[in-house]
């Protein structure tokens, strides 16, 4: 169970078997350590959590559980908001969201 916190989402997510990190590569995801490149069809987002700093309501991210058609799992972090990355945008947009209950 998390704690309400970024970091304890992304420890938690990773307890449950979302252990991948995941950077854009191009048009879509690539682990990190790995020369793999996940298209965005191959992809499903099974859970997404959002954060807003205590102090500033600019501080926003989001963290993506996304899970591969190969059963690689992994997390996205972004800025949430006028700050997100066009890129990831780019890629999630054709993501689909099923998400895990």
């Known amino acids: 169970m998390t704690d309400g916190t970024l970091v304890g989402t992304l420890a938690d997510l990773a307890h449950r078997g979302f252990t991948a990190a995941f950077a854009v590569a191009g048009?879509?995801?690539r682990a990190a350590g790995t020369v793999r490149t996940f298209r965005a069809e191959?992809?499903?987002i099974r859970e997404f959590?959002?954060?807003e700093g205590v102090s500033?309501?600019?501080d926003m991210s989001i963290v993506y559980a996304i899970e591969s058609?190969?059963?690689t799992?992994?997390?996205l972090?972004?800025?949430?908001?006028?700050?997100?990355s066009p890129a990831v945008t780019?890629?999630?947009?054709r993501v689909p969201i099923r998400l895990a209950r």
């Open 42 to 44: 191959d992809l499903t």
């Open 27 to 29: 048009d879509g995801l």
């Open 69 to 71: 058609r190969d059963g």
């Open 73 to 75: 799992r992994g997390t």
């Open 49 to 51: 959590h959002r954060f």
């Open 56 to 58: 500033d309501p600019d």
């Open 90 to 93: 780019h890629v999630l947009e």
């Open 77 to 84: 972090v972004d800025a949430f908001g006028v700050y997100s």
